[in-house]
């Protein structure tokens, strides 16, 4: 699979975000990542730690689009505070 840059810009033709496998960042088949799990869990743990460590909230109504994946229509502003630790 070659990669084309050209595919990820704005003024890009629509018709490129239609192969279903144009993203498969850990392979598939036979050939598969033997660590695809290990990085999937890494990546919930480290989302769970960051919700767990910081407050973040959304400051506009969040406006999504389907291309490909559904994706924020447009930028999104985020407040993000550290919570304040919790004794138990």
Known sequence: MIFFTERWMDDCDPSWNRDP??????????RACPGKRLAEIQLYITV????????I???DDLQTEFNFLLVPA???????????????
Request: aromatic share 16%; hydrophobic share 40%.
């Open 74 to 88: 447009g930028p999104m502003r985020m407040s993000v505070y550290k919570r304040t630790p919790v004794s138990y």
């Open 48 to 55: 769970a730690k960051m919700f767990h460590a910081f407050e």
């Open 57 to 59: 909230t959304l400051e």
């Open 21 to 30: 496998n144009l993203v498969l960042p850990f392979g598939f088949g036979k």
